[in-house]
């Protein structure tokens, strides 16, 4: 499945609650998660043969196991990540809803967004 076709699966609402258990300053900028979301859902993707992986990670500081994708997956304009393919490792336990608000917050802090979201940017980042 590609990223733009997983966003399109949910709305909003359904997926927000996650944003605030993942990254807690999101509890506050519910407007600014959901500018983001509409966007990506309005921008037109740009095909990609490279893959968005989500695997079973261990925190090089901490030691501990995660489920997430690298970094290196989300940094890019946001039409090229919407034409990703997204792959699940079998090892992965995270719910649909999980998964698609760590993708958005994902492209929100690492990819590359267009001039229309500076604003927004700016109120998530500071």
């Known amino acids: 499945m590609k990223l733009k076709e997983l966003f399109q699966a949910y709305e909003f609402d359904e997926i927000y ?30 095909m990609s043969k490279k893959q968005i992986r989500y695997e ?8 501990e196991m ?10 890019g304009p ?17 719910t649909s809803e999980e998964l698609v608000a760590n993708c958005l917050l994902n492209v929100v802090l690492i990819g590359r967004h267009p001039r229309a979201f500076d604003k927004d940017f700016e109120k998530i980042t500071r």
């Open 56 to 63: 079973l990670m261990e925190d090089p500081d901490s030691n």
């Open 78 to 94: 946001w039409d090229v990540l919407l034409g990703k393919e997204l792959k699940k490792g079998p090892k992965v336990d995270l």
């Open 66 to 75: 995660f489920f997430g994708a690298d970094d290196h997956d989300f940094n």
């Open 17 to 46: 609650p996650q944003i605030g258990l993942m990254f807690p300053k999101g509890r506050h900028l519910r407007e600014e998660f959901r500018n983001a979301y509409n966007l990506l859902l309005d921008i037109k993707p740009v």
